[in-house]
């Protein structure tokens, strides 16, 4: 059985759908991973052979002014399920982000690239990588730029301004690749069914701005909407954000056999099911 943390999550709700029957889910009223005894009863209790955390504090800008709880949850949290994966020698994937680096690389960052956290988000992130590695059988799956139907992402925030606005100015100096919640809930499934531990880098393929990723998401919709840029100096938000994170997906695709879909084609995917469900 495959335990998913964060079940009602974004990312949550899609791995449950593609795990069908090999999927048990709890959420925050069942476990809470900042409480050891919490997590231990859960964990000790259902006896999963693989557990995959999807449970994480989000708000980047907020963990600036709530470190405490960034950490508790971000990083403590990761500790306490490794150290109950590790009694049951169950395999632990925790997800993680490109915020552990500085964004200052100028490539594409691979996973032995070292990391260097420019927020407080980023560091949580990084203790929680550190962290999952008290159980021997663990696997780190770095992601960014998620969206998906299941929770807040750029996706729903730039078609519900684009509906009351012609003229929306967004940054066009950080530059990532937008991933869809169901190819990473895809790949995530192909490295753990393919036995892979250690390290991985899993996002849609080839990157953007925000700037252009909101131009795309208006052209596909046949929005009207003129997207102006701006720096992220001039956005000036509490949290230093990485400008270049780009990451390299290459492990995944030769050690899983899976190769995410380009960022413009599962956009273009997500939103025709966005629209079917409406």
């Known amino acids: 059985m495959i335990l998913v943390v964060g079940a009602r999550g974004m990312l949550g709700q899609d791995l449950m759908a593609l795990l069908g029957a090999r999927g048990h ?3 925050i009223d069942e476990i809470d991973i900042t409480s050891p005894e919490s997590v231990m009863k859960v964990v000790g209790d259902l006896k999963p052979e693989v557990v995959v955390n999807c449970a994480a504090y989000t ?3 907020g963990c600036e002014s709530n470190t405490e709880t960034a950490m508790a949850v971000n990083g403590e949290g990761v500790a306490y399920l490794a150290m109950a994966c590790r009694d049951l020698g169950a395999l632990l994937v925790q997800v993680s982000t490109d915020y552990v680096f500085d964004g200052g690389k100028g490539r594409p960052y691979v996973e032995d690239d070292a990391p260097c ?4 988000y980023g560091e949580s ?3 929680g990588e550190m962290n999952a590695a008290f159980s021997p059988e663990h696997l780190i799956v770095r992601t960014q730029w998620l969206y998906g139907l299941h929770g807040k992402n750029f996706v729903e925030t730039m078609l519900r301004l684009g509906a009351e606005k012609d003229e929306l100015t ?3 100096d950080q530059i990532g690749s937008p991933t869809w919640t169901v190819d990473l809930a895809r790949a995530i499934i192909a490295l753990i069914d393919n036995g892979c ?3 991985y880098h899993a996002a849609n393929a080839e990157y953007c701005s925000w700037n252009g990723f ?3 998401i208006f052209e596909e919709q046949g929005l009207p ?3 102006k840029p701006m720096t992220t100096t001039e956005l000036n938000r509490p949290a230093r954000r990485p400008l270049y994170s780009t990451l390299e997906c290459s492990k995944l695709a030769a050690d899983a056999g899976f190769q995410p879909q380009p960022w413009r084609s599962a956009l273009q995917e997500y939103l025709e099911i966005r629209t079917a469900a409406l």
């Open 25 to 27: 889910g709890v959420d």
């Open 125 to 127: 992130k990084l203790a």
């Open 214 to 216: 909101a131009k795309a």
């Open 225 to 227: 909407v003129s997207v």
């Open 59 to 61: 708000d980047v800008d």
């Open 197 to 199: 531990r250690g390290i």
């Open 170 to 172: 967004v940054v066009d």
């Open 117 to 120: 956290p420019l927020s407080v």
